[in-house]
């Protein structure tokens, strides 16, 4: 059984930064991971992925400059540092395993964790 665990997230005023952390239990090694948000109202969207390795990233054009997704290897956490946030950042953030790098969509992912709430004031 794989657990996926999403922390870091909080209130921060625009502007500002957070980095969210994502932990896996169980057998869930050598996978690719990604990051997803969902706002209210609005369907779950693709933000960051990452390679099991660490050495491939993607990123949503919305986010690209802003946010970097990182891990050390495929054993370790998976980040997400969050600078220069806007309100419209704001949503709950999602962290997902795949067996394959580079899934935009959330059908590419077999384990979720529950979300970590980031909300960005203005």
């Known amino acids: 059984q794989v657990q996926v665990v999403e922390s870091g997230g909080g209130l921060v005023q625009a502007g500002g930064s957070l980095r969210l952390s994502c932990t896996a239990s169980?057998?869930?090694?050598?996978?690719?991971a990604g990051w997803f948000r969902q706002a209210p109202g609005q369907e779950r969207e693709f933000v960051a992925a990452?390679?099991?390795?660490?050495?491939?990233?993607s990123y949503a054009d919305s986010v690209k400059g802003r946010f970097t997704i990182s891990r050390d290897n495929a054993k370790n956490p998976v980040y997400l540092q969050m600078n220069s946030l806007k309100p419209e950042d704001t949503a709950v953030y999602y962290c997902?395993?795949?067996?394959?790098?580079?899934?935009?969509?959330?059908?590419?992912?077999?384990?979720w964790g529950q979300g970590t709430q980031v909300t960005v004031s203005s």
């Open positions: 990452i390679s099991w390795g660490g050495g491939s990233t």
């Open positions: 997902a395993l795949s067996s394959y790098y580079g899934r935009l969509t959330s059908g590419g992912y077999d384990y």
């Open positions: 169980g057998r869930a090694f050598n996978t690719a």
